[in-house]
């Protein structure tokens, strides 16, 4: 049974920064992409951030360059680092594990349950 796991998501004032963190059982990062996606209230779900499993990365909008996704071999993990956070940052953010490099949501197969990041101004 596979099973997506988000962490590090809380309460942070405008201008700060948040790391959260995705993980996973039943499957292995080393050979999906891996996505993180947000949905703020009374919005649709987008694409924030996408890497490969070979590394290359991909974000929506205009993210790149406050945001950061990495991968954690080590641990296992892929991490999106979020700096000079907005309000409208504010949303729940989800990690889901797919087959390819994409921000298209029916490109992922596994979903985790989301974790509420909230930016305060």
């Known amino acids: 049974q596979v099973q997506v796991v988000e962490s590090g998501g809380g309460l942070v004032q405008a201008g700060g920064s948040l790391r959260l963190s995705c993980t996973a059982s039943?499957?292995?990062?080393?050979?999906?992409?891996v996505g993180w996606f947000r949905q703020a209230p009374g919005k649709e779900r987008e694409g924030v951030s996408c890497?490969?499993?070979?590394?290359?990365?991909y974000y929506g909008g205009s993210l790149q360059g406050r945001f950061i996704i990495s991968r954690d071999l080590a641990n296992h993990a892929v991490h999106l680092q979020m700096n000079t956070l907005k309000p409208e940052d504010t949303a729940m953010y989800y990690c889901?594990?797919?087959?390819?490099?994409?921000?298209?949501?029916?490109?992922?197969?596994?979903w985790g349950q989301g974790i509420q990041v909230t930016v305060s101004s």
């Open positions: 890497i490969s499993w070979t590394g290359p990365t």
């Open positions: 039943g499957l292995t990062f080393d050979s999906h992409a």
């Open positions: 889901a594990a797919g087959r390819v490099m994409s921000l298209r949501q029916g490109d992922f197969d596994n």
